[in-house]
């Protein structure tokens, strides 16, 4: 049995204890006690550490997918399920495999791929004829039922059926029948798909997904270069992931989530407040989501030897960035809350990922520029990278600021290249 301290009390998984908690984390399956550990103490860094060897190897092998890579390990840590909209091809579903890899065998990860005839036996497993025969309505239980990690690839493709049978597994890890109610091992699902189906406030389903985050295929011509080299989906992931481990950690983030400091949380709901003013509505669900995530980002972004500080206010003003990826509802939305959480947040971080969007909104549009626009973009440009250089100053961010402006001086580059192609089709 292992454990974690805190606070005098120690946080343990309930299927090991003979007592109730006095609170309980992690869906119920962490519980707070008020008692003597009978087992191991277990060290909460040396189980970041695995993650961020984790992130290391994953960036390695899938080139230009760093924030997908660091949002993916994010949700896992923190137990919140994750959704990736991309493309075909991107290498979604190779990262989720990847990660299924860390635990060291086929039994841990479930991948199943949604399809409008798919059954409930396809995820939970076949109907058990022995427990029929008893009178009771159960399965052999398999799939999503019994791994810790899962990947359901093109989840809105499956029927309405499927989508609803999945809203207390993916959220409560839990399964209900008729005479009792079973507790399932899963500790993360990511979920990959080419397109958004029903992504608005009234989707329960769409509600489930704690981070979401679009990709784009890396136009980088580094990346593009190291691509052909990278090993991606035939990666042999070296780094090894304890479920009962991340089980812990994840009741530890769901503890520490309410223990931030009073300046943190009154941040948050001043940004959740300016969220409401503009529209953007932000379930209750997601605001518990987004405290968690920012306690995972702290953890995962920690570099100091020393033992945790927990005080470091900068360090949770850093974190609060996360909040772009979990706070829109729709997807118009994503803009505005990207600059609500960067100017509200106080973070370096967030800055970048504000510039890199604003960047990417130009590359998107740039195809039809004549050149009137192409030189007012040039122009958006050179003030975003003057204001980008002034706004992020600590050492930590200067190799991502000095990527970011050579690849904004490329892009003002392409707009006018875009911009002469264009002049040439209309003579």
């Known amino acids: 049995m292992k454990s974690i301290l805190v606070n005098g009390q120690q946080l343990a998984t309930v299927d090991s204890m003979n007592t109730e908690p006095s609170e309980f984390y992690a869906r119920k399956r962490v519980g707070l006690y008020n008692v003597p550990s009978a087992g191991t103490q277990l060290d909460v860094l040396s189980v970041i550490s695995k993650f961020v060897n984790l992130e290391a190897e994953l960036n390695r092998n899938l080139i230009g997918m760093q924030e997908a890579v660091h949002v993916a390990l994010l949700g896992l840590l923190s137990g919140d399920n994750v959704f990736l909209l991309s493309k075909p091809g991107a290498a979604k579903s190779t990262l989720a495999g990847l990660i299924g890899d860390s635990f060291g065998g086929e039994k841990h990860f479930f991948k199943k791929n949604f399809t409008p005839d798919m059954s409930m036996s396809d995820l939970y497993g076949p109907l058990s004829v022995e427990k029929i025969n008893q009178g009771l ?185 996360v909040g772009a990826n979990i706070l829109w509802v729709e997807p118009e939305q994503r803009q505005a809350v990207s600059e609500i959480v960067t100017l509200s947040s106080k973070s370096e971080k967030a800055v970048i990922r504000k510039f890199k969007a604003d960047m990417e909104s130009i590359r998107n549009a740039s195809a039809k520029y004549d050149l009137s626009k192409a030189a007012k973009a040039y122009g958006m440009i050179e003030k975003a990278m003057e204001e980008l250089k002034n706004s992020v100053s600590s050492p930590k961010y200067a190799k991502a600021v000095e990527e970011e402006i050579l690849k904004a001086k490329a892009l003002q580059g392409e707009i006018y290249s875009n911009a002469a192609k264009n002049m040439k089709k209309e003579q």
């Open 137 to 321: 309505y159960e399965r052999e239980w398999a799939g999503i039922a019994t791994c810790s990690y899962a990947l359901l690839d093109e989840f809105y493709k499956g029927s309405a059926t499927i989508q609803n049978n999945c809203l207390e597994i993916i959220e409560e890890h839990t399964i209900s029948l008729a005479h009792r109610r079973i507790n399932v091992p899963l500790l993360g699902v990511i979920s990959a798909s080419n397109e958004l189906v029903n992504a608005n406030a009234n989707s329960a389903t769409w509600d489930r997904f704690g981070y979401r985050l679009e990709l784009d295929y890396s136009e980088d011509e580094s990346d593009i270069f190291d691509m052909f080299k990278a090993k991606g989906g035939h990666a042999n992931i070296a780094t090894r992931l304890d479920p009962e481990e991340i089980l812990l950690i994840q009741g530890y983030i769901d503890f520490k989530a309410k223990q931030m400091p009073d300046e943190i949380y009154r941040t948050m709901s001043s940004i959740t407040k300016k969220l409401l003013e503009n529209g953007i509505r932000p379930s209750p669900r997601r605001r518990e989501v987004w405290a968690r995530a920012v306690i995972a980002e702290y953890l995962l972004t920690w570099t100091d030897n020393r033992d945790l500080d927990w005080t470091d206010i900068d360090q949770y003003n850093e974190s609060l960035s």
